[in-house]
C-alpha cells in the first residue's frame, strides 16, 4: 500500500508546485484542512505529510453540508479505522471498523467544496462528491472507492498475509489508468459537396462526476491535426472543456480569486459532447490525406500556469486515433 500510495496526488497534496503557489497567493491558513489535515495536531511526520494513511484512517465521521462537510479525526485514541472488520488489534494501534471507509461521504471530507462570496452566495470549486451524489452513480449504489480503490489480493501491511479485496491506495486504479476509462471518443469523416466533414462525440462513460474533475483549472482538451500524404500538417485545431472561473471583470483567475463561473464545458457522468468541424477545400485535404485525434487531460490550463508562475504540468494522452481520408464515410470508436 505504501508503493501505492507515495506516487499518488494524496502524497504530494502539501509539496507540489502547483500547491505551492497556490497557497502563497491565496495566503489562506484553510487550504492545509485538507492538504495536510494533521498539520495542526501532530508535530511528528504525519503532521509534515499530505493526506497520509494517519489523515484518512483517524476519520471517524463524514458529514457533507452544502458549503462543505464537517469531520472528525480521531487522533488521540490509537485505532486506526478502516474497512476491514475483521482486523486484529496488534503493537503498533488497535483496528477500528469503519463501514464509512467503504461509502463517499468519506471522499466528501475534501472533494466537496463550495467558497463562500463577500456580496453573499457560494461559489462551486470542488464539486466531484456533489456531481456523485446528483448523479447516476449514486443511485445506483456505485461508490468512489469502486473505481478509485479497486480491490486485489494484497497484504494488508507488510509481511501480513495476503487476503482478497484490498483497496488499491494510487487512487487513479490498477497502474494508474482509470483516466483512460473514464471517455470514448467515436469519430466520423465523410464528405459533403467539396467540404471534407468530421465528427466528434466525446462521451463520459466512466466517471461517476463531470470530466475533467478536481481543480477547476483542468481542461480535457481534442486536438485535430490533418497530414498530407507526405505527413505534412495542413491544418491543426483544438478543442478545450473544462469550467472556467472568473473574477467581476471576466478574466479567468485562480478559484481562490473568483466571483463567477464562466464557460462549463465539462461533461457529465454518461453524458457527452459533440463538435463538427468542416474543412473547406482550401485547407489543403484530399483523399491522401490522414486526420489524426487525440484526446488529453491537461492537469492545469497554460493560462493557470502562467499566472501562478510555475511550469505547465505534462499532459496525459488519453485516447487517439488516426482516420484515412481515402474511403469515405468511415466511423471510428476509441476504444473499441
Known amino acids: 500500500m505504501l508503493a501505492e500510495w507515495q506516487p499518488s496526488a494524496h ?161 487513479l486504479g490498477r497502474d494508474g489508468g482509470l ?38 483549472e483542468r481542461r480535457i482538451l481534442l486536438t485535430i491535426l490533418a497530414l498530407s500524404g507526405d505527413k505534412q500538417a495542413t491544418t491543426t485545431m483544438t478543442y478545450k472543456y473544462g469550467r472556467v472561473l472568473t473574477d467581476d471583470a471576466g478574466k479567468e483567475v485562480p478559484f481562490y480569486l473568483a466571483t463567477k463561473q464562466g464557460k462549463d464545458s465539462r461533461i457529465p457522468p454518461r453524458g457527452s459532447i459533440k463538435d463538427v468541424v468542416r474543412f473547406p477545400p482550401d485547407a489543403g485535404i484530399d483523399r491522401g490525406s490522414e486526420i489524426l485525434i487525440r484526446v488529453l487531460e491537461r492537469p492545469l490550463s497554460e493560462e493557470m500556469a502562467a499566472a501562478l508562475g510555475v511550469p505547465a504540468p505534462a499532459d496525459h494522452l488519453l485516447l487517439e486515433t488516426t482516420l484515412s481520408a481515402s474511403k469515405l464515410p468511415i466511423t471510428v470508436k476509441v476504444p473499441k
Open 179 to 216: 483516466r483512460k476509462t473514464a471517455l470514448t471518443l467515436t469519430v466520423t469523416l465523410s464528405r459533403e459537396g467539396g467540404d471534407f466533414v468530421l465528427e466528434t462525440l466525446l462521451a463520459n462513460v466512466g466517471a461517476g462526476h463531470f470530466v475533467p474533475a478536481g481543480l477547476p
Open 11 to 171: 502524497a504530494r497534496a502539501r509539496t507540489s508546485a502547483v500547491y505551492l503557489a497556490m497557497q502563497k497567493q491565496a495566503a489562506d491558513p484553510v487550504c492545509d484542512g485538507c492538504h495536510a489535515p494533521l498539520a495542526t495536531r501532530t508535530s511528528g511526520p504525519a503532521g509534515r505529510e499530505g493526506v497520509s494513511c494517519d489523515a484518512c484512517h483517524t476519520l471517524r465521521a463524514v458529514t457533507p453540508g452544502h458549503a462543505r462537510a464537517e469531520i472528525t479525526l480521531a487522533t488521540d485514541d490509537m485505532v486506526r479505522y478502516g474497512p476491514l472488520c475483521d482486523a486484529k488489534d496488534h503493537y503498533f494501534h488497535r483496528m477500528g471498523c469503519s463501514p464509512l471507509h467503504t461509502e463517499a461521504e468519506l471522499c466528501a471530507a475534501c472533494h466537496l467544496w463550495r467558497r463562500p462570496l463577500a456580496g453573499g452566495g457560494w461559489l462551486p470549486v470542488f464539486t466531484e462528491y456533489a456531481d456523485w451524489k446528483d448523479g447516476p452513480y449514486a443511485t445506483e449504489g456505485v461508490q468512489c472507492q469502486t473505481c478509485h480503490m479497486p480491490g486485489d489480493e494484497a497484504e494488508v501491511a507488510v509481511g501480513s498475509p495476503p487476503r482478497p479485496a484490498v483497496p488499491h491506495h494510487g487512487f
